[in-house]
């Protein structure tokens, strides 16, 4: 980890909208940025996907590395991937941390002073679809993206962690309310789940993968099954699937984090090379538009609680042109 000092930032309006005008550096020389998460007071612990390690980003504060997960084994699209800070971080201090090990994918959970704890394991891991993304949502609940690992049966198993998003207590069970009773499966039929976010009204949308012709945004609703590998983009809903609300090609796309503020859904994509931004409306998103096509591959988007949205680049992932100062965090405050 060769990151240099954060700079100093202007103020955000957490009442605003980000103002994608006036993007300012906040960190750059990161290898391979995955996961991204708030702390409490503003500062975000970001993910290094090779390394294992998780840096503290502090405008205007040089950045410190202040955990190293154990047990990485970063391969192919694997490794430290999603990040999550508890919902009680003031009374319990708990990080959590999606990565690949030795033998599969799991989840675990520490203090930045102590050791992980194993929540969740295996999930299936490969070189590919690996998913990645965890988040808490507004009931407490964690939220996981997870990939087919390059078996598409994987996702209409329903006894197959792989190709679904999960709903977990915080100790990692199947949370209650799930749609079957003791399974963590939340829902089914996706390829590759890389983007979970809520907008105000509490509905879960996610970005996921898709082969050749079509990525897409969900609009998540339990116990729905999404249809990978049987139909990709729309025209599912006549055999009882449930159709994308968005689509792209993936040579514009590729979508990995996603970010609501407000009403609008942000999306990064990775070969596409932009951030997509779609309003939403009484939980359907319009036709997506192209933002900030000037600096690669993006992986994360994130809204500070400050209201800004941190977006971070992924040019040294093994498939980007590396630029100077790669990879970046890039922070837009809201007015």
Do not use: C
Request: hydrophobic share 40%.
């Amino acid at each position: 980890m060769s990151a240099s000092t954060a700079t100093a930032v202007t103020g955000s309006n957490p009442a605003g909208v980000p103002d994608l005008t006036a993007g300012e550096e906040v960190a750059r020389d990161i290898q391979v940025p995955w996961g991204l998460a708030f702390l409490p007071g503003g500062d975000a612990l970001v993910a290094e996907r090779d390394s294992g390690q998780i840096l503290r980003v502090s405008p205007g504060r040089a950045l410190q590395q202040v955990y190293e997960v154990p047990g990485v084994a970063a391969r192919g699209e694997g490794g430290l991937l999603g990040l999550a800070v508890s919902p009680q971080y003031a009374e319990n201090g708990y990080v959590y941390a999606y990565f690949t090990a030795d033998a599969d994918n799991r989840i675990v959970r520490f203090r930045l002073d102590g050791t992980p704890e194993v929540i969740f394991d295996g999930i299936a891991k490969a070189a590919n679809h690996d998913g990645g993304r965890i988040a808490f949502g507004p009931d407490g609940m964690l939220y996981v993206g997870t990939g087919d690992a390059g078996q598409s049966a994987r996702s209409q198993d329903p006894a197959s962690p792989n190709g679904k998003i999960l709903r977990l207590t915080p100790e990692g069970d199947p949370a209650p309310g799930n749609p079957s009773p003791g399974s963590p499966v939340y829902s089914l039929g996706h390829r590759n789940v890389q983007g979970l976010a809520w907008d105000r009204a509490g509905r879960l949308f996610a970005a996921e993968f898709g082969p050749n012709a079509f990525d897409e945004i969900n609009r998540i609703e339990p116990g729905r099954n999404y249809d990978w590998p049987l139909v990709e983009g729309r025209g599912g809903a006549d055999r009882g699937f449930t159709d994308p609300q968005l689509v792209w090609a993936p040579s514009v796309a590729s979508p990995s984090g996603i970010a609501i503020a407000a009403d609008t859904l942000y999306v990064a994509a990775l070969r596409g090379e932009r951030l997509w931004t779609a309003m939403l409306h009484n939980g359907v998103a319009s036709e997506p538009a192209a933002q900030l096509e000037d600096h690669g591959r993006l992986r994360t988007v994130a809204i500070a609680p400050d209201g800004a949205l941190w977006l971070t680049t992924s040019n040294t992932d093994g498939r980007g042109d590396i630029r100077a100062g790669d990879d970046r965090i890039i922070r837009f405050p809201a007015r």
